[in-house]
């Protein structure tokens, strides 16, 4: 039997999907992104008239994905420690991938309670963004 979790402090998902799941002692995050929740912005974006992408600044998006990750995983009773798996999907790997790295080893400076991580790079994301997390973690 599973648990749906909608967090208050999270971004509004942008489809049908709760923010999190928990079964048993584990939660499985939906993809988590850089939205605020009520704002309509996205940190670090710059978008024409027609929503592309003219700009984004990938340091301003890793934090606020972050956060957001923070956000669902205390709604949910857990919390950033507890993390023990994580998709990143970067749009643009060859771009972003050194400058999330070096935030993300800031987020979990002691290599003996880092998450598992995998990184991919994908052609595009639901909405104008450039970094998604998928994360698994214990409660």
């Given at each position: 039997?599973s648990?749906?979790?909608?967090?208050?402090?999270?971004?509004?998902?942008?489809?049908?999907?709760?923010?999190a799941?928990?079964v048993?002692?584990?939660?499985?995050?939906?993809?988590?992104?850089p939205?605020?929740?009520?704002?309509?912005?996205?940190?670090?974006?710059?978008?024409?008239?027609?929503?592309?992408?003219?700009?984004?600044?990938?340091?301003?998006q890793?934090?606020?994905?972050?956060?957001?990750?923070?956000?669902i995983l205390?709604?949910?009773?857990?919390?950033?420690?507890?993390?023990?798996?994580?998709?990143?999907?970067?749009?643009?790997?060859k771009?972003?991938?050194?400058?999330?790295?070096?935030?993300?080893?800031?987020?979990?400076?002691?290599?003996?309670?880092?998450?598992?991580?995998?990184?991919?790079?994908?052609?595009?994301?639901?909405?104008?963004?450039?970094?998604?997390?998928?994360?698994?973690?214990?409660?």
């Open positions: 039997m648990e749906k979790i909608i967090s208050e402090k999270a971004p509004d998902p942008v489809g049908a999907y709760p923010h799941r928990r048993g002692n584990l939660l499985f995050l939906s993809g988590v992104g939205r605020r929740k009520g704002a309509k912005e996205i940190p670090g974006v710059t978008l024409d008239e027609h929503k592309n992408i003219l700009s984004y600044n990938i340091e301003e890793c934090h606020s994905v972050f956060q957001n990750v923070k956000f205390e709604d949910s009773g857990s919390k950033w420690e507890n993390l023990i798996d994580i998709t990143v999907y970067l749009t643009n790997m771009r972003d991938f050194a400058a999330f790295n070096k935030i993300y080893t800031a987020y979990f400076p002691d290599k003996t309670t880092q998450p598992c991580r995998t990184t991919v790079e994908v052609n595009a994301l639901p909405t104008p963004i450039a970094i998604e997390l998928k994360c698994i973690a214990t409660i």
